[in-house]
């Protein structure tokens, strides 16, 4: 399955990220690093079913996938 996890490179989203891999998903991680880090996703990089966008979700784009994960939000957002 084709997935994408928007907050990829964060706590919880790179650790979602490490289980869809393990289970041979597909999987777009989708960040602009604002909390996230690219090191939680290092060990990924490279893999053919991995890709890494630098991506804003405020700014539109277009992706083919089966489903997503929304984890995108820093750690700790002003109210």
Not at 14 to 21: C, E, P, W, Y
Not at 51 to 56: A, T, V
Request: proline share 4%; net charge negative.
């Amino acid at each position: 399955m084709r997935i994408l996890v928007t907050g990829g490179a964060g706590f919880i989203g790179s650790h979602l990220i490490d289980r869809l891999m393990q289970q041979g998903h597909e999987v777009i991680c989708l960040d602009n690093f604002y909390t996230g880090n690219k090191r939680n996703i290092q060990q990924w990089l490279g893999n053919f079913n991995f890709e890494l966008i630098r991506h804003d979700i405020v700014d539109p784009i277009k992706l083919e996938v089966d489903q997503v994960y929304h984890l995108a939000c820093p750690a700790s957002p002003v109210h």
